[in-house]
C-alpha cells in the first residue's frame, strides 16, 4: 500500500511488470480517483538516457495533428495574440509548428534538448502566458497536482491544454495496453476520467475532454463549443484559422539572424 498523490487515500497492490526489460516494478492503483502507477521509480536516470525514446516513430505525425487541433482551440477559445508555453516541449517540434501558424509559443524541457525552436525557450521574465500546453507529459509525472499546481502559479496560466491516454474502469491487464510502454520506462502514472475530474476539482478549474485531448481551464467553454472544435470539422476551422494568422516563420528567421 502507498499514499495516492491526488487524491490522498492509499492505493492497493495491482499488478507487477518487467520495466526497461531488467527491473521488477510494483503498480498501484487508487480506487477513489483513478490514479494507476508504479511504485516509486528508481529507474528514470537510465529510462531518461535518451529523453526521447527511440521506437516512438509516431514523434512527428503526432505533432502534427497535435498542431492543427490545437490552433483550432487557442483561435476560438483563448486570445489568438497571446503568449504560449509548451512545457515538456521535447525537440521544439511542437512549438515550431504553431509559430509557422502564428501562434506566439515559447518552449520549456528541462530533460531534452531544443533543437527546432532555437531562440523562443521561455525565461523568468515572460510570465503571464494565457495558456499552458503539455502534451505527453502527464504519464511520465509521480506527483501530477504538485506538477499542475506549480506550473500554473509559475506562468500565471489559468488554462492548461494537454494529452494522455486514458484507461477505463480496471486497469488494463500488462498485455493488453501499450501505453504501458515497459520497454522505455519513461511512463509511471497512467489516468482514467474521473482522476482528471479529481484533478481539475484540486485545482478548481472546469475540465473537457475529447479522447486524449483535455483541457483545464477557468474560462466559460460551452461543451458543445468544445465538442465542435474536436470533431472532424476542425479540419475546416483549421484552414480558417491558417487564413487569418499571420505565420511568424519569415518573421522568426529575421529575428535569428539579426
Avoid at 477559445?77 to 515559447?106: E, H, M, N, P, S
Avoid at 501505453?179 to 478549474?205: C, D, P, R, V, W
Avoid at 475532454?209 to 463549443?225: A, M, V, Y
Amino acid at each position: 500500500m502507498k499514499q495516492c498523490p491526488i487524491c490522498f487515500n492509499q492505493q492497493r497492490f495491482s499488478f507487477q511488470a518487467t520495466v526497461l526489460r531488467k527491473h521488477r516494478v510494483d503498480y498501484f492503483y487508487c480506487d477513489t480517483c483513478g490514479l494507476l502507477q508504479t511504485e516509486k521509480p528508481y529507474w528514470l536516470d537510465e529510462a531518461y538516457q535518451s529523453a526521447i525514446a527511440s521506437a516512438d516513430t509516431g514523434l512527428i505525425q503526432r505533432n502534427i495533428t497535435l498542431s492543427k487541433l490545437l490552433s483550432c482551440t487557442l483561435f476560438f477559445l483563448c486570445d489568438r495574440q497571446g503568449k504560449y508555453l509548451d512545457l515538456g516541449g521535447g525537440y521544439g517540434i511542437l512549438t515550431r509548428l504553431l509559430r509557422d501558424i502564428g501562434f506566439d509559443a515559447y518552449w520549456s524541457d528541462p530533460y531534452c534538448e531544443n533543437l527546432f525552436a532555437q531562440g523562443f525557450e521561455a525565461t523568468e521574465a515572460m510570465p503571464p502566458f494565457n495558456a499552458i500546453t503539455a502534451f505527453e507529459v502527464l504519464e511520465h509525472l509521480y506527483d501530477p497536482l504538485d506538477f499542475l499546481k506549480s506550473s500554473l502559479v509559475k506562468t500565471g496560466a489559468s488554462t492548461i491544454i494537454f494529452s494522455t491516454e486514458l484507461f477505463h474502469q480496471a486497469p488494463p491487464m500488462p498485455k493488453d495496453w501499450h501505453y504501458y510502454a515497459f520497454s522505455s520506462g519513461q511512463h509511471i502514472s497512467f489516468y482514467q476520467n474521473k482522476t482528471l475530474i479529481y484533478l481539475a476539482e484540486a485545482l478548481s478549474l472546469t475540465f473537457l475532454t475529447c479522447e486524449n485531448f483535455h483541457i483545464f481551464t477557468n474560462q466559460k467553454i460551452h461543451p458543445l463549443t468544445f465538442r465542435l472544435l474536436t470533431s472532424r470539422l476542425r479540419i475546416l476551422l483549421n484552414l480558417y484559422v491558417k487564413k487569418k494568422m499571420r505565420s511568424k516563420t519569415l518573421s522568426d528567421h529575421q529575428k535569428l539572424i539579426s
